[in-house]
């Protein structure tokens, strides 16, 4: 399977202890993005990387949220001293985009399996 | 990005052509629309992408009127496994791409 991959599947933690989550994204994708999502309401875009740089941060990731993606490939998301309002479930998408070319393209992002977060 | 608004539920029989409508009425010169199909426990999927008039792929066809303020998404003979929500995203998906804008989507129940 070549698509986007993301580790662990399901993570229970209890309030206040640190979580990792990791993303492989599609191979060769530049792009890498994370959101975030809760029961019955659509994604909410959180950080996303064009290569190794973190181009955007949404304003909803407290400090306790960081993102890396040290070498271009997979990326981690680190949440520090959970939340009960942290559980909801962790999407990553990856897409290839195009950095010199002349004509207009579209950033189709193809979205991973994502985590589960549940913080007691 | 634009806001786009979109019915909360649609029902529908196995079989039936299936058409949501979304409105877009701020969308930008330079903005795309787009919809991602999502089933339970899973990420978006990717389902079309538009700029204008008609756009269609084997899944599914894509229409967009002269004024790109409003669009619509059509499933032709809808089974059982398209039981998901579908949601509609207008947003400058070319030159710069970037993040994607959901709302809530529209959750489409398909029954025998």
């Known amino acids: 399977d070549t698509g986007v991959s993301q580790d662990p599947r399901h993570k229970i933690t209890k309030r206040g202890q640190n979580v990792t989550f990791r993303c492989d994204p599609i191979s060769e994708h530049n792009r890498l993005y994370w959101y975030r999502q809760t029961l019955g309401q659509g994604p909410e875009f959180l950080t996303y990387?064009?290569?190794?740089?973190?181009?955007?941060k949404s304003r909803l990731l407290s400090d306790r949220f960081s993102a890396e993606r040290p070498k271009g490939s997979f990326s981690t998301l680190e949440i520090q001293r959970t939340e009960q309002g942290d559980s909801a479930m962790y999407l990553c998408?990856?897409?290839?985009?195009?950095?010199?070319?002349?004509?207009?393209?579209?950033?189709?992002?193809?979205f991973g399996p994502g985590t589960r977060l549940t913080v007691l | 990005l634009a806001k786009t608004t979109q019915p909360v539920s649609m029902d529908s029989y196995e079989g039936q052509e299936v058409n949501i409508t979304c409105s877009h009425n701020?969308?930008?010169?330079?903005?795309?629309i787009t919809w991602y199909q999502q089933f339970p426990s899973q990420g978006p999927r990717f389902i079309i992408q538009?700029?204008?008039t008609k756009v269609t792929n084997e899944v599914a066809s894509l229409f967009i009127p002269a004024d790109r303020k409003s669009s619509t998404l059509s499933l032709p003979r809808v089974s059982l496994s398209d039981t998901a929500v579908y949601y509609c995203?207008?947003?400058?998906?070319?030159?710069?791409?970037?993040?994607?804008?959901f709302g809530q989507g529209t959750e489409l129940s398909v029954k025998p």
């Open positions: 998408a990856s897409s290839s985009f195009p950095r010199d070319s002349l004509f207009s393209s579209t950033d189709t992002q193809y």
């Open positions: 995203l207008v947003g400058d998906m070319g030159n710069q791409g970037g993040k994607l804008i």
């Open positions: 990387f064009q290569n190794e740089a973190q181009l955007e």
């Open positions: 538009g700029y204008k």
């Open positions: 701020n969308i930008a010169t330079n903005d795309y």
